[in-house]
């Protein structure tokens, strides 16, 4: 045995000597001391002799990697969630996110209120959370064969499952879309309800989209297009009903991504005696290029509605804190036009992608969402498909939005849905999708 050993070996039978149960410590005043104190004995007297045996056999470095290995692992397992949200290939926006304590997003969704517009009987929609989830896993497998894989400044994944969830609900007898571009809606429509007729309303024929990439035709859709344009407001409907055989109206579905301003539109298809509306686009207050569903009822009286100017005020502290995350949240001087107005898009009712804006005083903006009221029996915004934190969205602010279907921290769901497949850039599209339900004042 080597000098070393051996002095290594007789400190550690000394040390065995002292701690042995056959050679009990003196009493202590206190037992409870007492029974501690040989419970940290009896533990190291363990350590010690299994140490002892290691380092005799030659085995503690191995068994101490392996320990550090567990270590490691188990770490990573326990942050494998975060791992997932935060990936290398977040923007900016996540990171920084992440950094100022914002990746427990969950609580977060709503906290500033989601004005909603009020319906005349407090009537709701018949589909219910689970009947989405549901949806959901249908849908993704068919959204993955869809024609137009790029479909920039047309509709993402969340609004493409909403108006299939929606059509398919509803199984309408005619699907009307105003605004179809290169017919990626016109071909969600056409998922949800195969044999059912479309017609659509857009100034550009979608084949002509055909000779510079991907574009969806449909072979039963009517198209109002090209030298048949007519816009929504002037279409002869009793023409065009009678034409497709439709006698009662509230069984036809209309579908608004035109971006025209939203209370026009409804006063039309009011009009014409149209019951479904889908409104693709429904903007938060100071965003977007048309006067919307959303920001027509941001009044005083709802949750999240109205708002302040003030510059020193909170709502400006928190606007310029979240417009720092968020792409499409607004800071008040972004908010607020002249004389305080924030209603709109700083006070204007805009109209036709913004080529025609109105300014509206308070007044105005008011009664339009009273009026509003008195024709609806249901105002439905669809929610965000998956939490930030896994689609890596960084344009909503969640603090404006309802708690999304798969909620932040469910990555084993949204995996198992097949989310985790699609790319980024289709969750970057969700601006707060909205299904009306009207009738006539009064009735
Ligand atoms: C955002 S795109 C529609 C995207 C399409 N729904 C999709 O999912 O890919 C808006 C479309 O509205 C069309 N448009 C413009 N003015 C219109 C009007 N008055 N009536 C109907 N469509 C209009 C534009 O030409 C454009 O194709």
Redesign the pocket.
């Known amino acids: 045995m080597s000098t070393t050993k051996k002095i290594l070996e007789r400190v550690l039978s000394s040390r065995r000597a002292t701690s042995s149960p056959d050679h009990p410590t003196t009493p202590t005043a206190s037992d409870d001391v007492i029974s501690d104190e040989s419970k940290t004995r009896k533990q190291s007297s363990i350590t010690i002799r299994v140490t002892n045996y290691l380092t005799r056999t030659g085995f503690i470095w191995p068994v101490l990697i392996i320990g550090l290995i567990i270590i490691v692992l188990t770490s990573f397992v326990i942050n494998a969630r975060d791992l997932v949200c935060i990936s290398a290939s977040s923007s900016d926006r996540a990171s920084r996110l992440k950094f100022f304590g914002f990746d427990g997003l969950e609580s977060d969704f709503g906290s500033l209120g989601v004005p909603w517009c009020r319906s005349k009987h407090r009537k709701t929609v018949e589909w219910t959370d689970k009947d989405l989830l549901e949806g959901l896993e249908e849908f993704v497998p068919i959204y993955e064969t869809r024609p137009i894989k790029n479909?920039m400044?047309?509709?993402g994944f969340d609004h493409s499952f909403g108006l299939w969830f929606i059509a398919r609900w509803l199984k309408p007898a005619l699907m009307i879309e105003?605004?179809?571009?290169?017919g990626?809606?016109t071909w969600v429509l056409r998922q949800a309800m195969p044999d059912t007729p479309i017609l659509s309303?857009?100034?550009?024929h979608p084949e002509k989209y055909l000779k510079k990439g991907a574009a969806y035709v449909d072979g039963n859709c009517t198209y109002f297009a090209g030298k048949d344009f007519v816009?929504?407001g002037s279409v002869n409907w009793g023409n065009v009903m009678n034409k497709q055989g439709i006698k009662d109206r509230s069984e036809v579905l209309i579908f608004f991504?035109?971006?025209?301003n939203e209370l026009k539109r409804l006063k039309q298809a009011l009009k014409a005696g149209f019951k479904h509306l889908v409104f693709?686009d429904n903007y938060d207050t100071g965003t977007g290029d048309h006067y919307s569903l959303r920001q027509i009822c941001d009044q005083f009286y709802i949750r999240g509605g109205g708002h302040s100017c003030f510059k020193d005020g909170d709502e400006a502290r928190i606007r310029a804190r979240r417009n720092k995350f968020w792409e499409k949240a607004v800071d008040v001087d972004e908010l607020c036009g002249p004389g305080e107005a924030w209603w709109g898009v700083q006070g204007q009712m805009r109209d036709d992608f913004n080529h025609s804006n109105k300014r509206i005083s308070y007044d105005q903006h008011f009664q339009n969402s009273r009026f509003v009221e008195s024709v609806l029996e249901v105002y439905w915004e669809l929610p965000p498909v998956a939490g930030p934190s896994l689609t890596h969205q960084t344009r909503y602010d969640p603090a404006r939005s309802q708690s999304p279907i798969v909620e932040d921290g469910r990555y084993g769901l949204f995996q198992r849905l097949g989310l985790s497949k699609l790319e980024t850039s289709v969750f970057n599209g969700y601006t707060q999708m909205v299904y009306l339900q009207i009738s006539e004042q009064g009735s």
């Open positions: 479909n400044y047309g509709m105003s605004g179809a571009f290169k990626h809606s309303i857009t100034p550009r816009d929504f991504d035109d971006h025209q693709e």
